[in-house]
């Protein structure tokens, strides 16, 4: 069988690799096998049983009540079909068809019912030996197939079907599709379009360490022993204590990527388009050729094929030549011509065939590259007819040639989504018009800018100006007509998209039928921000005021409202935690809204319901809004809060509100928990029945017998102490809550939670996880009971309850602010604050409760998530690596990036400041980059488009070159005067003073960005220049050059650069070589693909391996058929999976899975992104397992390459990587090499771990491993006696490390005793001394691997088929028995307990 992998077609967008009889043309239309058969193999589930672990950080904690809903063994509720039988719809077997194509041999191919007969042309025009066709039809029997038929509905195609290949005659449109697709085949092994960014290429460098695909090589490899060909030198910028940054191995030469020219020439020729009396001959075009013999031809492209003619380029005489080589396809036609095309053309398509489908295949977004080499700008028709038709935005493959977008991405919303293949189906789709969506949005806001689109207004100024391109509306970030002037001005107007952009995400994923958003997309390029969005219909015949049926367009002075709206947005109220309230109109009317008085309402003309200006979804930041009259709380106050902020638009992030919720929901249940075990116990005692021992035992011994997991709260020393105050231990960690519990008008009554109440508050002021509040219901059994029965009162709607139990629920409603009286619902009214809007007096308690609720909000963010942020740093579950990660773990704690000066003063003021010192520095690189960009914002406004290279070069040498006086080149003057006077009329938006860009003085721009930071962060940088800098905070400016590049979309020659010299600066106009936009739009989710993904976590979490795998698999399907092949998603799944195969003893399929993660990680986040660095390491680790030491070696290289360029040497992940390379090194017995690398390791370990941590311990026993190697027993005692006496401190005599530890002790000592006996004998008796050979050990792999398993947190732990199945018996009785209530055990739960530093996510 010919598998399908080895020729996915780049335009198929959901191939999966994984699975080799799958693949799908863009309709999710293939339901397709989905896992069960795949599963088989692909987790080769053997020996899986002799192993199991569990991942420690990965475990994602809301997966809850996700998990029940998807687990195909519990019930799920009626609306929702179980998963597992859904699955079982998708499955259909696939089957194998015969193909017979013109001159080549039959062959086999894999089909599955679901494709349709345009997949298997898509395959037929990969494949190496048909790749050359491209008209032709597929017949059966004699019958022509419809390229759109699935090929179930295809009578009589069955298994061993012969399906013939029969070329069809050309039409214009399948001559033009022949030669782009010719050209494509040509350029397939060409990296210019990755490095120019465009059609979704992007750059791969893996190939180039695992020389080709590791699979094959793995198995060729084996048979002799490695050690003795492998060099294991690194370069020398890559070994520890090296200061040399190098830019160029960034990207290291491929050298298949030196083309092998097939053509000289391939273009249109002048003669175009045929004259009437030769189209009545049938041609078509015309096309001239140079070929590598330097031949010039010309082609007509007639209805049979190609041929050539005798035209010249003066002279046109379109009749045939003799002979004319008549072929169907120009690639027969060539291969007769020029004998060094047919050479090296078949020489192309097996290498291109040989690379990885991971390589080829387009990505979902476009991803740039921050440098590339100088690549050869070569002449190119079909890149010139793209750029010609793009500028008239219309699409070559589409029927009408425009698209409308808002058409596409209302009716994908539309689809059915009843059960999976639906909802498939459905999210598919919605993931396939948003990426395209965004590619065209992107293209025309840079047509835009670059001046190529006309105004719809082209008499206003030009920064009033708006666009439309394609169906897309464009509009430019400016305050036109003074609409944000009461905001913040142009301030507002350029924070205000991303807010509806966070908006319109928001509203999309709570998904409501019948509400539709626009798509939006927010670029940043050369300075100008962006939005573009798709069209209401009849929006533009009509006049605003009579277009918006509900909301407000001055901001609250007029408003209406529309009941079906209201019915509309109360569906995602509750989600999105927004207040339904009243508002007063003009009139003094009370007008009721549930949404942000900005929210506009519009009906379009097809009759849909759209919202639009969600720019105010979420709550305002008190912390960034000062206000009149309003105090904050003294959490907030103590951080010097509420500050000035540029605009008026600071809003909390949707992550801070679900935290500020849940964290209330916690406290909540509490509260309501412990007054009902009072009254309980009350009632017992008057009842005279004994109390329950378990529930209501006196405060102080329930806490000290029936909960060893106390520990979760590490605030509460004992309870009865702190039980007399209660809200002592809250204050201490400042939970916002306590302080509203202690707040005069809403205190609960306090003699009612005395005691027990203590450890809740603990866990709520420390702002753990919901996961700890778990832990610790089990520890006190009677509170889990309780609990239940909050709930209980909870769900109901508070009628028949009896009055006591309503009364704890109305105080628990109380205390936390809940806007009902009878559950737990805390909404926000996000108008609170806004100027201009007014509410009713009648609403007066309400508007003073939502205040205090937004005041506890941004208390929440002071108090609770910047500390649990630090903490996470602190204990490395949160490890930032760059920019880019350290803005995502801020906003994945809802953070704003506006808080980051407050994050850094938060860490210079914590105790353990020396361990934290690469968050700083990260920190504080992030902030002045950030600076940088708002600067180099504006300043690129103001330069014509001729002098943008400079300009460019320009900044950088301000910004990085210790240069003292860069000077900027001008432009010869010539050219701009006489241009100048000519482009007066229609400039650029913005265009100022043309030169006043070239005055800037690196002292003045770092002045410039230390007042940026003190205005907008309100951090004091002391600095006033780059080498300042530098010194003062330990950077590295190609660190720096990587950040404000990837920041501003500028792309840079890859060469040395010389920051430092004095006399010369680093930059020049040549080495700018392109400005990219930086994009922002919305990413549709896979949703049933990501329960999946969740639930088989948890499984892995709970150590069922083979059950964790299936579901991941499943999840990997899923994913496949929604996003396509490629998405950051199926990364993460990638990775899993190969870590579960590395786990359960299958270190082939490891290998292949996590080649494809770093395959997909280098293509979709970039080459040197975080992630990619830890899949590198991952993959080494498989490579070492299944024997392939050199390989194993260049990845770890490349691994600390990378991470030295992206965040430098000093880094707790560095000591990791520099384990790994240690350890590797000693396997192959380079010694010297290796104790450079493990010391580093042990130095890196000690700063960020403290040096009585058990990872030094361990640092500490891999050096004198080396040492004993090396014979040097004296150095390696030494470093042992440390690691012994760190386990000996730690962990007690007892401990199997402590006495492992002593052992090697005792072992070393005897070995340097008989190495002194030995010496002393030699200096005794001279050259005739008897002397006892030593034993000298290298290490087996087999030790190298234990311990490579061991510091990258995977242990093994050995079991037989036997022990899985009792302790899986065992794992459930437990699980039966604590649903009932009864479990007397509770540190259960997890029967596999393995430290996993590296989190799957």
């Known amino acids: ?159 061993g079907s012969l399906l013939k290949v029969v070329e069809e005659p050309y039409t214009v449109r399948e001559a033009r599709i022949h030669v782009r697709h010719i050209r494509d085949l040509l350029k397939s092994l060409d990296p210019s379009d990755a490095y120019n960014g465009v059609d979704c290429n992007s750059l791969s460098f893996l190939s180039i360490f695992t020389d080709g695909d590791l699979g094959d090589s793995g198995k060729r490899k084996k048979k002799g022993n490695e050690l003795e060909q492998i060099d294991c030198t690194p370069p020398e910028h890559i070994l520890p204590g090296s200061k040399d940054r190098p830019l160029v191995p960034l990207q290291p030469q491929n050298k298949d990527w030196k083309p092998m020219q097939c053509l000289k020439v391939l273009t249109m020729s002048g003669w175009n388009p045929p004259p009437g009396n030769r189209k009545m001959h049938g041609d078509l075009m015309y096309l001239c050729m140079v070929t590598v013999e330097e031949r010039h031809v010309s082609v007509t492209a007639s209805t049979r094929g190609f041929y050539l003619n005798q035209s010249t380029t003066y002279n046109f005489n379109p009749k045939p030549s003799n002979p004319s080589f008549l072929s169907h396809s120009l690639v027969e036609l060539l291969s007769q011509i020029s004998p060094a095309f047919k050479k090296n053309f078949t020489a ?10 991971f390589e080829r295949i387009a990505t979902p977004f476009q991803v740039y590259s921050w440098t590339a080499p100088q690549v050869d700008h070569a002449m190119d028709c079909v890149r010139a007819e793209d750029a010609y038709t793009s500028r008239l935005g219309y699409e070559e493959h589409i029927p009408g040639q425009t698209r409308d977008w808002n058409e596409e991405l209302q009716t994908t919303r539309e689809l059915p989504r009843k059960n999976l293949p639906e909802r498939l189906l459905r999210e598919r789709a919605i993931f396939k018009v948003h990426s395209d969506f965004a590619a065209a949005a992107t293209r025309g806001a840079m047509a835009v800018i670059d001046g190529n689109v006309m105004a719809i207004n082209p008499g206003e100024e030009t920064r009033m100006q708006m666009f439309i391109w394609n169906n897309i509306f464009f509009s430019l970030g400016f305050d036109v007509r003074d609409h944000y002037r009461e905001l913040g001005g142009d301030a507002a107007a350029h924070a205000a998209p991303t807010n509806d952009l966070n908006g319109v995400r ?33 929006i533009l015949e009509r006049e605003q005021e009579q277009s918006v049926i509900y909301g407000s367009i001055d901001f609250g002075k007029t408003v209406v409202t529309h009941s079906k709206y209201l019915e509309l947005l109360e569906k995602t109220s509750r989600q999105l935690k927004v207040h339904r309230h ?78 500020f919720v849940e964290h209330r929901y916690l406290l909540f249940m509490k509260m309501a928990a412990l007054q009902l075990m009072q009254q309980k116990a009350n009632r017992d005692a008057k009842a005279g029945v004994p109390a329950i021992t378990e529930t209501a035992q006196a405060p102080s011994e329930s806490n000290a017998d029936t909960t060893p997991t106390q520990t979760a709260a590490p605030e509460s020393p004992s309870a009865t102490e702190a039980s007399a105050d209660s809200t002592g231990p809250m204050e201490s960690s400042a939970s916002a809550a306590s302080q509203a519990a202690a707040a005069g008008d809403k205190s609960p009554p306090k003699p009612t939670m005395n005691g027990v109440l203590e450890p809740a508050a603990a866990v709520n002021g420390e702002c753990k996880s919901p996961l700890e509040g778990k832990e610790l219901e089990e520890s006190i059994p ?67 409760k939502q205040k205090q609720l937004l005041k506890d909000a941004a208390a929440f963010l002071v108090s609770c998530q910047i500390p649990s942020l630090v903490k996470d740093c602190l204990d490395h579950s949160a490890l930032p690596m760059d920019g880019a990660t350290l803005t995502e773990a801020l906003r994945q704690r809802g953070i704003n990036i506006r808080y980051l000066g407050t994050v850094l003063e938060f860490v210079d003021k914590t105790p353990a400041k020396a361990q934290l010192e690469h968050f700083y520095r990260i920190g504080i690189s992030e902030l002045i980059t950030r600076c940088a960009k708002h600067i180099f914002k504006t300043y690129l406004q103001g330069v014509e488009l001729s002098a943008l290279s400079a300009a460019v070069s320009h900044f950088l040498n301000c910004f990085l070159s210790s240069f003292p006086d860069a000077v900027a080149h001008l432009p010869p003057d010539e050219l701009v005067s006489r241009r100048k006077s000519r482009k007066r009329r229609n400039r650029v938006p913005g265009g100022g003073d043309n030169t006043a860009w070239a005055s800037l003085t690196p002292n003045e721009l770092w002045k410039n960005i230390a007042s940026e930071a003190k205005s907008y962060y309100h951090f004091t940088l002391q600095c006033e220049s780059v080498d300042q800098v530098v010194e003062k905070y330990g950077f590295q400016k190609t660190t720096l050059l990587r950040e404000i590049s990837v920041k501003t979309g500028i792309q840079i020659l ?14 020049t106009e040549e080495d700018i070589l392109n400005i990219f936009p930086v994009v922002k739009h919305v990413n549709p989710k896979a949703s049933d693909a990501f329960h999946f993904f969740q639930s088989g976590q948890a499984k892995v979490q709970q150590g069922f391996l083979k059950e964790g795998c299936e579901l991941i698999n499943e999840a990997l399907n899923l994913f496949n058929n929604v996003y396509g092949a490629m998405h950051v998603e199926i990364c993460a799944c990638l990775r899993l999976l190969a870590r579960l195969n590395y786990i359960m003893g299958d270190h082939a399929e490891a290998l292949s899975n996590q080649q494809k993660a770093v395959l997909m990680s280098e293509r979709v986040l970039g080459i040197e992104h975080p992630n990619t660095i830890q899949e590198y390491m991952h993959l080494a680790l498989y490579c070492f397992a299944n024997g392939q030491l050199s390989t194993a070696l260049k990845l770890l290289y490349r691994a600390r390459y990378l991470m030295l360029l992206v965040s430098g040497e000093d880094h707790p992940e560095m000591a990791l990587l520099d384990s790994n390379i240690g350890l590797v090194l000693h396997g192959v017995m380079e010694y010297d090499l290796s104790l450079r690398f493990l010391e580093n390791a042990l130095a890196v370990n000690t700063k960020y771990h403290g040096a009585r941590s058990l990872k030094v311990a361990l640092s500490h026993h891999l050096v004198a491993r080396v040492y004993e190697s090396k014979a040097e027993f004296r150095s ?62 290298a290490p087996s792999m087999a030790s190298v691997l234990e311990q490579l398993n061991i510091i990258n947190g995977i242990i093994f732990i050995p079991l037989s088929q036997k022990d899985l199945e009792n302790l899986k018996a065992e794992v459930q009785r437990r699980q039966q028995l604590q649903e009932l209530g009864k479990s007397d055990d509770p540190t259960e739960d997890r029967p596999l307990e393995l430290e996993d530093k590296i989190p799957i996510d």
Do not use: W
Request: glycine share 8%.
């Open 582 to 659: 009243n508002v007063l109109n003009e009139k003094n009317e009370a007008v009721e809204l549930c949404s942000s008085v900005e929210c506009k309402g519009i009906i379009g003309n097809d009759g849909r319901h759209y919202i639009l200006d969600l720019l105010r979804t979420f709550p305002p930041d008190l912390n960034f809004l000062p206000v009149d009259g309003e105090e904050l709380s003294p959490e907030s106050q103590r951080q010097g809060f509420p500050r000035p902020h540029p605009h008026r638009l600071a809003c909390l992030r949707q992550e801070l509100i679900e935290a």
């Open 348 to 357: 192309m398509q097996k290498k291109r065939v040989q690379r990885h489908p």
């Open 506 to 538: 928001a509203y999309g994923a709570v998904d409501v039928e019948g509400l539709y958003t626009l798509g939006t997309v927010v670029v940043d390029y050369r300075g100008y921000r962006v939005t573009a969005q798709s069209i209401i219909p009849g």
């Open 1 to 159: 069988m010919v598998s399908k992998t080895d020729d996915i077609p780049a335009s198929v967008p959901n191939c999966n690799p994984a699975d080799l009889a799958d693949e799908a043309g863009d309709g999710a239309q293939d339901g397709k096998e989905t896992s069960k058969t795949c599963v088989k193999d692909s987790c080769g589930c053997g020996p899986s049983a002799d192993t199991a672990m569990v991942n420690g950080d990965g475990a994602h904690e809301h997966t809850g009540e996700a998990d029940s809903k998807r687990d195909g063994s519990s019930e799920t509720d009626g609306g929702e079909d179980s998963n597992e039988q859904e699955v079982i719809v998708i499955q259909d077997t696939g089957f194998t068809v015969k193909i017979q194509a013109p001159g080549t041999e039959p062959f086999d191919l894999q089909v599955s019912p679901q494709e349709m007969v345009q997949e298997i042309h898509q395959v037929l025009m990969d494949r190496e030996d048909t790749c050359h066709r491209t008209c032709f039809s597929l017949q059966l029997d004699g019958n022509v197939l419809d390229n759109f038929a699935e090929l179930k509905s295809i009578e009589g195609l069955q298994e």
């Open 1276 to 1337: 390696a005692l030494q470093h042992e006696k440390e690691g012994y006496t760190i386990y000996k401190n730690q962990m007690g005599e007892a401990h199997e490390k402590t006495k492992e530890s002593s052992e090697f002790l005792k072992y070393l000592t005897q070995q340097a005793v008989s190495l002194q006996r030995t010496m002393n004998e030699i200096y005794k008796n001279g050259s005739n001394a008897s002397i006892t050979p030593l034993k000298f050990t």
């Open 1054 to 1067: 890859m060469k040395e650069y010389n920051f430092d010299s004095r006399h010369k600066p680093a930059f």
């Open 782 to 848: 009677g509170l889990a009971q309780a609990k239940e029965l909050a709930e209980t009162l909870v769900a109901e709607d508070g009628s028949c309850i009896d009055p006591k139990s309503r009364e704890v629920v109305l105080n628990a409603c109380k205390a936390v602010g809940s806007i009902s009286n009878t559950s737990f619902d805390i909404r926000f009214n996000p108008d609170i604050f806004s100027p201009g809007v007014r509410f009713p007096d009648d609403s007066a308690d309400d508007i003073h």
